[in-house]
C-alpha cells in the first residue's frame, strides 16, 4: 500500500522537457556537438556527453559506423535550453522499488559503462534510464533489508551525487519516499536495534495506517474505476519551496522548539550521592545508565536527540504545512504536524518502558512532547527570567541562573543553549573577557611560572 500510495502521487505530475538528437561519425564530431550543446546551456560538455548532469538525460545508440545522440533536457532544472525548441510535457520519472540483500547497489543507483567492448565507438557514459539516477521521485521499501545499498544511498541523499567508475552523477530528485514497517522484532526486514545516526537524514516520518474495512472496500471500487484526466504542473512544487522564505512563524513557537530541542540533546547524568554535572554532556557519547539518574523521570531521561537536523526540519516543516494550508504565518496546529513529524524517527529511547506503555515511537513521541509541554507551562516563570539573556547578553547574568537553576534541567538545557550563543558571540567579536566569563582559561598558570622561577 505504502509504495502504491506513493508511485500515484508520482505519476499526477508532469514537467516539461526539450528533445535533442545528434549524428557523430568520429570522436570529434561527437565532442563538437557537445561543446554546442554545453556553451548554449552554460554546462561542462564532458559532463554532458558522460551523462553525468541532474537534469539531462543522455543516450546513445550505435548504427553502424554512426552514434546517435538523443538528450532529453529538464527545462525546469536547465532553462537556457528553451534555445533548442518548444518544450513538451510528460510525465515525472518515477523510481518505485522493494529493496532487498540481493541487489548490487549498482543496479538500483545507476552504474557507468566505460568496457571498449561494450561501448564500440560509444563514449563512456552512465546509464541512467530506469535507475535513480535517473528519476524524479524515487520510492524505496524495506530500504533496511540491503545494508550494502542502504550506505550508497546515504551517500546519495547527503551529498547528492552517486559514484560511478566514470564519475560522480548529480541526483537531485523532487523527493524521496522511504519506506519500512514499524520498528519491532515482527519484521524481520527492519534493523534489530534502531540506528538513529541512520534515521536522523531523513526528513520526516509519517504512519501508513488501514483505514477501516468499508473504507478499503470503497476505494477498491474506486481505484477500477479511477482515471487520470490531467497532470498537475510541477512547476507549482518549485514555487511553493521558494515560497517558503516567506512565512514568517512566530517567536513563541520557535521558542517551544529550542526548548524541546535543548533539552533532549543534553544529559546532566548524575546519581543521587555524586555531584551534579557542571557541563552538559552529549547524550550520544556519554555511557550511562539513564535509569540510575535522578533526573530519569525528565523526557531528556526518557529519550535524546541530535539537534542540528532537528531543528532545521522543524522550521523547514512547520513553515511547509502552513503553506500547504495557505497561511502565510504559522499556527499552533503546524507546530504540531512539525513536532509528530520530525521527532519520532529521530528521538533515542533511554526508557523502554515508556516506548512499551505508549506502544509505538509515533504515540510515544506524542506522550513525550505532552510531557516536556507540562513542565514547560509548571516552570515557565523560571524559563522567562532565563529568555532575557537574548536580548541582555550578559556573561554575568548567565552564570548567576546557572548557580540559581542548577538542578533543574529543563530551565537549565534552555540556558546552557543561551549560554553558548553567548560564547559564539564573544569568539566572533574577539570580546576575550567576557569569552573567559563564560569559559575560564586553563589553570596552569602558576605550573608554568614554578618550573620557570626553579630554572
Known sequence: MKTSMASFIGKLFDKPVVTVKGQAKNRAQLEKFFEDIGGKIGLPPEGIMRNLVDGISCEYEQVGETVEVTLEIDIIKHPKAKVFGKPKRKPLEVFSMQV???MD???????????????????PHVIKKGK?????????????????????????????????????????????????????????????????????????????????????????????????????PVEIIYAGRKLLETIKIPDEYMIFCLGLIAHLSKCYFATSTSQRSEVAK??????????LCIFNTYPCGIANV?????????????????????????????????LLSVLPHRLSWNSEAFLAKHGDIFTATKALI????????????????????????????????????????????????????LKESALKKGAKKQLELLEPKLAISKAIKLIREGE
Request: charge should be neutral; include cysteine; proline fraction near 6%.
Open 100 to 102: 532487498t540483500d540481493q
Open 105 to 123: 547497489p549498482e543496479d538500483v543507483l545507476g552504474y557507468g559503462l566505460d568496457h571498449p567492448a561494450i561501448l564500440g565507438k560509444k563514449p
Open 132 to 232: 535513480i539516477a535517473g528519476a524524479d521521485y524515487v520510492v524505496l521499501d524495506e530500504i533496511f533489508a540491503a545494508p550494502r545499498f542502504l550506505s550508497k544511498l546515504h551517500h546519495a541523499l547527503n551529498e547528492k551525487k552517486i559514484d560511478t567508475t566514470v564519475g560522480a552523477v548529480d541526483a537531485k530528485p523532487l523527493t524521496w519516499v522511504l519506506c519500512t514497517n514499524p520498528f519491532n522484532s515482527y519484521y524481520a526486514t527492519n534493523l534489530a536495534v534502531t540506528n538513529v545516526a541512520t534515521l536522523d537524514r531523513y526528513a520526516l516520518s509519517a504512519r501508513s495506517l488501514p483505514p477501516s474495512i468499508q473504507e478499503i472496500l470503497v476505494m477498491v471500487k474506486k481505484w477500477q474505476k479511477l482515471k487520470l484526466q490531467q497532470r498537475v
Open 282 to 291: 552529549d547524550p550520544f557519547e556519554t555511557e550511562k545508565d539513564c535509569s
Open 306 to 338: 541530535g539537534k542540528v537536523r532537528s531543528i532545521i526540519r522543524l522550521q523547514q516543516t512547520m513553515k511547509a504545512h502552513a503553506l500547504l494550508n495557505m497561511r502565510q504565518e504559522v499556527q499552533e496546529e503546524d507546530l504540531s504536524f512539525a
Open 370 to 421: 505532552q510531557k516536556y509541554a507540562e513542565y514547560f507551562v509548571d516552570l515557565y516563570p523560571q524559563i522567562k527570567s532565563v529568555e532575557q539573556l537574548i536580548t541582555r547578553r550578559d556573561p554575568a547574568l548567565a552564570l548567576e541562573l546557572k548557580r540559581k537553576y542548577f538542578d533543574q534541567p529543563i530551565v537549565r538545557s534552555i540556558l546552557d543553549e543561551l549560554t553558548d550563543m
